[in-house]
């Protein structure tokens, strides 16, 4: 009897291991229809732009005035433009994702690169790329806690932040021909 217990024992074991060892199936390929141009102006643009207007110093003919979220609907939509602009990287930098559709071109070739080109310095040092992207999204978790604890000079020094991490970028990939940009960036 305690030979068939030692056996079933071993036999279990044998089981549980041989289960354990075994390979899972990989899990499905994502898609990446989108390219970088297309979640630069579906998501990160238009969710910056609406950061860089919810909180300003508004100088006119009435003197200055600051703007700043209010409502709970308010602080809540800024939420969830910072979320969209802390989960953007991550699209940016998805393995395999083109800089842009085969048909596009520069808009002006003086100063900005071809699409080619800009897909060609991204695969040349990918991890270049991918440390701007995460300077982007480190500036939008700021944002981010900013927003959850509502304190809007905090939001706005994260908006500095991400405007910086955005234009650092736009610099070296996009638009690096551009004198007054360069100079700009060097002053600041």
Same mark, same amino acid.
């Given at each position: 009897?305690?030979?068939?217990?030692?056996?079933?024992?071993?036999?279990?074991?044998?089981?549980?291991?041989?289960?354990?060892g075994k390979?899972?199936?990989?899990?499905?390929?994502?898609?990446?229809?989108?390219?970088?141009?297309?979640? %630069?102006?579906?998501?990160?643009?238009?969710?910056?732009?609406?950061?860089?207007?919810?909180?300003? %110093?508004?100088?006119?003919e009435h003197?200055?005035?600051?703007?700043?979220?209010?409502?709970?609907?308010?602080?809540?939509?800024?939420?969830?433009?910072?979320?969209?602009?802390?989960?953007?990287?991550?699209?940016?930098?998805?393995?395999?994702?083109?800089?842009?559709?085969?048909?596009?071109?520069?808009?002006?070739?003086?100063?900005?690169?071809?699409?080619?080109?800009?897909?060609?310095?991204?695969?040349?040092?990918?991890?270049?790329?991918?440390?701007?992207?995460?300077?982007?999204?480190?500036?939008? %978790? %700021?944002?981010?806690?900013?927003?959850?604890?509502?304190?809007?000079?905090a939001l706005?020094?994260?908006?500095?932040?991400?405007?910086?991490?955005?234009?650092?970028?736009?610099?070296?990939?996009?638009?690096?021909?551009?004198?007054?940009?360069?100079?700009?960036?060097?002053?600041?």
């Amino acid at each position: 009897m305690a030979s068939i217990s030692r056996g079933l024992l071993i036999a279990a074991a044998l089981v549980v291991g041989s289960a354990c060892g075994k390979a899972r199936p990989a899990a499905p390929a994502l898609l990446s229809a989108a390219t970088v141009k297309d979640i %630069m102006d579906s998501i990160v643009d238009p969710s910056a732009e609406f950061l860089f207007d919810s909180v300003a %110093m508004v100088a006119d003919e009435h003197g200055v005035s600051e703007k700043a979220p209010r409502t709970d609907e308010e602080w809540m939509e800024v939420r969830r433009r910072t979320i969209q602009l802390v989960e953007a990287p991550n699209l940016l930098v998805m393995k395999g994702r083109k800089v842009a559709a085969a048909e596009d071109a520069s808009k002006n070739p003086d100063i900005e690169l071809q699409p080619a080109q800009i897909q060609a310095l991204i695969d040349a040092d990918p991890a270049t790329f991918l440390d701007r992207a995460r300077t982007l999204q480190d500036a939008a %978790m %700021m944002a981010l806690k900013a927003s959850d604890a509502r304190n809007k000079d905090a939001l706005f020094g994260a908006l500095e932040r991400i405007d910086k991490a955005c234009e650092s970028c736009h610099l070296h990939y996009w638009y690096p021909n551009d004198k007054r940009a360069q100079e700009a960036a060097r002053q600041q």
